[in-house]
């Protein structure tokens, strides 16, 4: 039994003499079927991402960087095998420790992965660190006893823990250095081919300037010993004769404080 209304919802069917049945149109409204579309805010992804050697040895670089304020680049090389294998995204890397504690061409460190706030594992590996600088390399040759200026050198990236070990990072301030060698052209700068420079000879004249609490003096003075940039000198006062130690603070002159 149907009750009235329903063929609002059924599609009319006819029969023809030949027994067929015959499509009829009507007005009824046809819904095609939902179709479930989740929203990007709910979708949670599940990608895994794969964990290299490569990406080990740049945490590790930055790692080392941080943990000993070093200076220019430090380029770390894993020196055993390591088996790639999945993480969830965005794992963090933590160096524990590092043996010897310093920078050193071949060193051993132990550090842990994290993904989410959890522990993926231990690792513990063998390494090559490089410590990448410009340093100073001569230009021209230079005789011994000459006096350092920037123009006399080219700058040079190299590996400052291996053969260049000691040389004389692009961050010194040349000026107040002497070479205590003749040194060729193309020769990378060490500190053993350097010392201070005595800007101020012993007898020599200098100015002096004084100041503190509000007054500022100028006066000349007698150096009493040699001296280097920054160093400490005695002089004696040419009007007074009063002695003291001033500081060095260029080929003429010195700076003490009241």
């Known amino acids: 039994m149907l009750f009235a209304g329903v063929e609002r919802f059924l599609k009319p069917v006819h ?15 046809i819904r095609s079927p939902l179709v479930y579309t989740p929203s990007p805010l709910n979708y949670v992804s599940s990608q895994k991402v794969v964990v290299t ?6 945490l590790l670089s930055e790692s080392i960087q941080h943990r000993f304020q070093a200076s220019g680049e430090i380029v770390v090389k894993l020196t055993s095998e390591w088996i790639p294998f999945h993480s969830k995204p965005g794992y963090i890397l933590k160096l524990a420790d590092i043996s010897p504690d310093e920078l050193t ?3 051993f460190a132990r550090f842990s992965l994290w993904a989410a706030g959890e522990k993926i594992n231990d690792f513990a590996f063998p390494i090559r660190v490089a410590q990448m600088r410009d340093i100073y390399v001569t230009s021209r040759s230079l005789p011994f006893g000459a ?3 920037k123009q006399d050198f ?3 990236r190299v590996d400052v823990l291996k ?3 000691n040389s004389v990072p692009d961050s010194t301030n040349l000026a107040s250095f002497q070479l205590d060698s003749y040194m060729p052209a ?13 800007l101020i000879k012993k007898g020599q004249v200098v100015d002096v300037f004084a100041s ?9 003075g007698l150096a009493l010993e040699d001296g280097s940039l920054d160093s400490l000198v005695k002089v004696r006062n040419l009007s007074s004769d009063k002695e003291f130690h001033a500081k060095v603070l260029s080929e003429n002159s010195v700076k003490v404080s009241l």
């Open 15 to 29: 029969i023809n003499s030949l027994g067929q049945t015959e499509k009829s149109k009507t007005n009824a409204l």
């Open 53 to 58: 050697d490569l990406h080990i040895e740049r």
């Open 105 to 107: 061409a071949s060193s």
């Open 147 to 149: 006096k350092l200026s």
């Open 154 to 156: 080219k700058m040079q």
């Open 163 to 165: 053969q260049h070990a």
């Open 186 to 198: 193309n020769a990378p700068l060490k500190w053993n081919n350097i010392s201070k420079a005595n």
């Open 212 to 220: 503190g609490n509000g007054i500022y003096v100028t006066m000349k």
